[in-house]
């Protein structure tokens, strides 16, 4: 099961350093998906070929490792009960290999909230969580923020290829007030 270098540095992005929901702090590999999620932004990348015999959740510390390889990919594997990644490159496996446990428990149900629709209504965004979804276009090759679907009060969607997408939620109640919006008129005299 391959995993390319460029994506599972995207999804590190959306992991936590530390979290009391410890199956957090890791990139979770399910059936067609590599997934990571704060609980507050979420990186979806589909890679239909990824089929493992249970969903495994990659420790934050073993992805750290394995990005500062010079190695083109991952391939996952589990033999006789231990995990590991081990480097690809030019489509032949090397001798650099991750062995690692996966954090125990339930990764979050992420299909659950994928909005069915985008309402286009504007929103706020801490500005650290775009700098994440910023680290994560470039991560996956591309020199521009990606598109957007705003969903006001809702999730919005950061689109960085037919593959791979975000979600983040918005900040709350940070919306100027009338008078604060008619405070600036000064500037316009």
């Not at 990764?107 to 700098?131: C, K, M, Q, R």
């Not at 975000?166 to 900040?171: H, I, N, Y």
């Amino acid at each position: 099961m391959f995993i390319p270098f460029d994506a599972l540095k995207a999804a590190s992005f959306f992991v936590p350093d530390m979290d009391i929901r410890y199956y957090l702090v890791g990139i979770h590999v399910r059936k067609g998906r590599i997934e990571a999620t704060n609980g507050i932004s979420l990186f979806i990348h589909k890679m239909p070929h990824i089929d493992p015999p249970e969903n495994v959740i990659i420790p934050l510390e073993t992805v750290k490792l394995a990005l500062k390889t010079k190695c083109k990919g991952f391939n996952i594997k589990k033999d006789e009960g231990a995990y590991s990644l081990t480097c690809v490159n030019n489509e032949s496996e090397t001798a650099q290999i991750i062995y690692f446990n996966p954090v125990e428990g339930i990764f979050p149900d992420t299909s659950s909230v994928i909005p069915g629709s985008f309402s286009g209504e504007a929103a706020n965004f801490d500005y650290e969580l775009l700098g994440d979804v910023r680290s994560a276009a470039r991560a996956l090759g591309d020199k521009l923020m990606p598109s957007a679907a705003f969903n006001g009060r809702g999730a919005s969607m950061f689109y960085f290829n037919e593959n791979a997408f975000a979600l983040v939620m918005p900040l709350r109640d940070r919306t100027c007030s009338e008078d604060q919006q008619k405070s600036i008129l000064w500037a316009t005299e």
